[in-house]
Nanobody, 125 residues
């Protein structure tokens, strides 16, 4: 089992920044790909970004390229999502997620097995 707990969400003005954290416990976090997804009201959950177990490889949806940065600190069992130049359309509940087995890739909600409870990000115009 992997337990994930997000934090760092909040209300920010357009153009501002937030850093989300995802604290992991349970099985060895360093062996798992970690991803961030988001879900806006009335919309499907969508992929934002993912990072390989070592942190060497990162993947971004077009919506966050150049503005969002994913990272992880395996010594602290924590992943991060730095979001800059936020836009009102970034408003959503943000979830961190991990696949069922180590080393599996994660890019769609169906790839995720473990989910955090989510943290609300609201960007005002």
């Amino acid at each position: 089992q992997v337990q994930l707990v997000e934090s760092g969400g909040g209300l920010v003005q357009a153009g501002g920044s937030l850093r989300l954290s995802c604290a992991a416990s349970g099985r060895t976090f360093s062996g798992y790909t970690m991803g961030w997804f988001r879900q806006a009201p009335g919309k499907e959950r969508e992929f934002v970004t993912a990072i390989s177990p070592s942190g060497a490889r990162t993947y971004y949806a077009d919506s966050g390229k150049g503005r969002f940065t994913i990272s992880r600190d395996n010594a602290k069992n924590t992943g991060y999502l730095q979001m800059n130049s936020l836009k009102p359309e970034d408003t959503a509940v943000y979830y961190c997620a991990a696949p069922q087995k180590p080393l599996l890739f994660i890019q769609t909600p169906n790839d995720a097995y473990y989910w955090g409870q989510g943290t609300q990000v609201t960007v005002s115009s």
